[in-house]
């Protein structure tokens, strides 16, 4: 017989502060991004738009992978998810 899944099942409230995380990081990632092609632009005399591009989206797509991964870890420890984990013990413990 199957059962119940002993993992408490989450409410849409951390969720949603986990997006407006998100968002903030977003919002960092973007004015970092920013930064990052004006010092390029002044400080390169021949600067070409494909490196702008992409010193632009690199520097956004890095610091927004990093601080998404960081604000996961956060929020995973946060809900409790991994303190039922930390405290498993198979069924089947024969050596």
């Not at 502060?17 to 632009?41: M, N, S």
């Not at 591009?53 to 929020?75: E, K, N, P, Q, R």
């Given at each position: 017989?199957?059962?119940?899944?002993?993992?408490r099942q989450?409410?849409?409230?951390?969720r949603?502060?986990l997006l407006?995380?998100?968002r903030?990081?977003?919002?960092?990632?973007?004015?970092?991004?920013?930064?990052?092609?004006?010092?390029?632009?002044?400080?390169?005399?021949?600067?070409?738009p494909?490196?702008i591009i992409?010193t632009?989206?690199?520097?956004?797509?890095?610091?927004?992978?990093?601080?998404t991964?960081m604000?996961?870890?956060?929020?995973?420890s946060?809900?409790?998810?991994?303190?039922e984990?930390?405290?498993?013990?198979?069924e089947?413990?024969?050596p």
């Amino acid at each position: 017989m199957p059962r119940h899944d002993p993992l408490r099942q989450p409410s849409g409230i951390p969720r949603r502060r986990l997006l407006r995380a998100i968002r903030w990081v977003a919002l960092f990632a973007l004015a970092v991004a920013v930064l990052a092609v004006l010092l390029v632009t002044q400080s390169v005399e021949g600067w070409h738009p494909h490196m702008i591009i992409a010193t632009g989206v690199g520097t956004f797509v890095t610091v927004m992978l990093a601080g998404t991964l960081m604000l996961l870890i956060f929020f995973s420890s946060s809900s409790g998810y991994d303190d039922e984990a930390a405290h498993f013990q198979p069924e089947n413990d024969e050596p």
